[in-house]
């Protein structure tokens, strides 16, 4: 497997680049936000690789790179891919429209609507990406909830407002972690406005 590739940027777009590495063009699939910190054309670039086999047959060859900014970006994509029925270009979409610490704290907080947000993913791939990616995520990426204490903090000042204002804690604690599953970083004036609608 090639590891990376570094060379002149030549090419670049929100959807692929091109780098030229002694005299050969390699096109690499990005996400969006490797292209947001791409440098200047004819800069010094190296990105993270990974190659694909494709069988369509709109794909010339059959094999297509995919290119990353970052070693823990092209890891999220790889867990993404793993997941049965997302492929490549799902998993693209989702590490475009998330950064890949975003990707980690929804799968862990186990936030649906947050992957629901992305284009062609609906309901129970959400689910199943968060099912398949829970444990390989906190491990192999060293995080845990623990990791997010802030959602930890935000939550605890939450119910505390909530209780000094007559709400029973038991139900307060349900509303606050649906309101958390959906938005897990979210503000605590805005946990403690949604979690009131809820109650």
Known sequence: MIHYIEG????KNPAYAVIDCSGIGYVLQISLNTYSVLGELNQVCKLFTHLA????ATTP???V???FRTVREREIFLH????????SNTARLIISSMTADEV???IL??????????KGIGAKTAQKIIIDLKDKVGKI???????FPMHNTNRDEALSALVLLGFNRNQAEKAVDKVLQADPVITVEGLIKQTLRIL
């Not at 907080?109 to 992305?118: A, D, E, L």
């Open 8 to 11: 002149k940027l030549v090419e």
């Open 53 to 56: 086999i494709k069988n369509e």
């Open 61 to 63: 060859v059959g094999l």
């Open 80 to 87: 993404l891919i793993s997941v049965s029925g997302v492929g």
């Open 65 to 67: 790179m995919y290119g």
């Open 104 to 106: 980690v704290s929804a």
């Open 109 to 118: 907080s186990g936030s649906v609507g947050h992957f629901q947000n992305v």
């Open 141 to 147: 990426s060293g995080l845990s909830e623990k990791s």
